[in-house]
């Protein structure tokens, strides 16, 4: 009951001040304003444009070391299956590099030493007997194709000495800059070896090393694709090997029947250049079986080119895709593809390392992934496998599933002679 006495009574109840609508509600977006997300994203792709052209450029800069550091490796994973059989017999792994790389090093020395004394001696007898020489490339000329070409000018500036005169002060810049890339090559190459070294007597700690810093089914994957590409270099190098023994022994008899001299020499030079020197080794190791035939005849010269152009050929896309196949599983197309992509990338190095490492990464893929099935048809199934598709069909069949293992034991044996 109300009392009239009551100054409150008299004052009517007000209601809550409630915020203007504007102020509650989150404010609205403007048009054509830009995402809250749109910045950072721009700061996050800005960075990583920064980041790959710092890594490019340092790439470019360290090229030379990062390719030395690719060959050492390479030297290292070659030399590492004799020094473990050594380190095994009781050897001490520093002890047993040092062996290994020596012997490597007196074996291309033996090569080496081999046939520089027929490319002295044939740069000179060349430069002494040029008049001759070029007299019976005329006879060839004039008589054997019936081209009309007069050698007379060529034989007196031959004779005059005209036709190799140079600047004495142009020799003499020659001779700075050959020195000055001798001195640096030979550098680059006691630095491989130096890498080449430690990391094979190093080989076990460096492994220990990097393992310790990874979780465990990480350390299982870094030392299974090692081993891996211990296992491919290997190959590669017993690929390159056959290859390089096959040619000298073809190249070889072949100059015998032509009654080529230095016949032994020439085929080893040509095994060796044309193996081991990839991309321009191959027309390398034609230049000089070419010279020492060209001193017998022109046309000797013209057999022996085609002989070694021809047998290049067949070893390119016939031999040795296919003892790269056996020795390390590459496919033949995959194999030359390969060798062009890294000749094109890094040159020489890329394309001696082009091999190994598809082999190494081609395994490791198969390694870690698992086989699929392929759909059945016409596009995956070859004719002469069609009984062995049969087979394979009836394997999977229901009929087969309850026949139990008996069944698919019977199953197996026509498949395995179709």
């Known amino acids: 009951m109300t009392d009239p006495t009551d100054p409150t009574d008299s004052i009517e109840p007000r209601d809550p001040i409630e915020p203007p609508a504007d102020a509650a509600a989150p404010a609205a977006a403007l048009p054509g304003a830009l995402p809250p997300w749109f910045t950072r994203g721009l700061v996050a792709v800005g960075g990583l444009v920064v980041a790959l052209y710092a890594a490019r450029w340092v790439l470019v800069e360290l090229r030379v070391l990062v390719m030395m550091l690719a060959v050492a490796l390479f030297l290292s994973l070659a030399m590492e299956p ?9 050897w001490r792994r520093g002890s047993a590099t040092g062996v290994v790389m020596l012997g490597l090093l007196v074996v291309m020395a033996s090569l080496i030493g081999a046939t520089a004394s027929v490319v002295v001696t044939e740069a000179k007898d060349l430069i002494d007997n040029a ?3 070029a007299r019976d490339l005329e006879r060839f000329v004039n008589d054997d194709l019936g081209i009309d070409w007069d050698a007379d000018s060529l034989v007196r500036d031959l004779r005059s000495g005209d036709a190799v005169d140079v600047d004495q002060g142009a020799i003499t810049r020659t001779a700075l800059d050959v020195g000055l890339g001798v001195g640096g090559a030979l550098l680059q190459i006691a630095t491989v070896l130096v890498f080449a070294f430690y990391m094979t007597a190093d080989g076990p700690r460096m492994r220990r090393t990097i393992c310790s810093r990874l979780p465990r089914r990480h350390q299982e994957v870094v030392l299974s694709t090692w081993e ?3 296992d491919k270099t290997g190959g590669y190098l017993y690929s390159r090997g056959i290859q390089a023994v096959i040619s000298a022994v073809v190249t070889m008899a072949f100059l015998l029947v032509l009654d080529v001299p230095f016949a032994i020499a020439l085929g080893v030079w040509v095994g060796i250049i044309s193996q081991f020197i990839p991309t321009i ?5 034609m230049v000089l079986p070419v010279l020492v035939a060209f001193k017998e005849s022109p046309s000797t010269a013209l057999i022996v080119l085609g002989f070694l152009v021809a047998y290049q ?3 390119n896309y016939v031999l040795g895709p296919r003892i790269t196949r056996q020795t390390m599983s590459v496919h ?6 390969t060798v062009f992509a890294g000749g094109l990338l890094l040159g020489a190095v890329g394309a001696i390392l082009a091999l190994p490492a598809t082999a190494v ?4 893929i198969s390694r870690h992934t698992i086989e699929q099935e392929v759909v059945a048809s016409r596009l995956t199934t070859e004719p002469g496998r069609r009984r062995r598709s049969v087979g394979l069909r009836s394997r999977r069949s229901p009929a087969a599933d ?3 293992d008996a069944g698919e034991a019977g199953d197996d044996v026509p498949a395995h002679d179709a």
Do not use: C, W
Not at 281 to 285: F, H, P, R, S
Not at 361 to 364: D, E
């Open 313 to 315: 050929q067949f070893e």
């Open 281 to 285: 080794g191959t027309y390398i190791a």
């Open 402 to 404: 309850d026949g139990g």
């Open 228 to 230: 891996v590409a211990i």
């Open 332 to 337: 033949p197309a995959l194999a030359i593809g």
């Open 361 to 364: 990464i081609q395994a490791v």
């Open 131 to 133: 008049p001759k020489y």
């Open 82 to 90: 004799l020094v473990d059989r050594l380190a095994q017999r009781g």
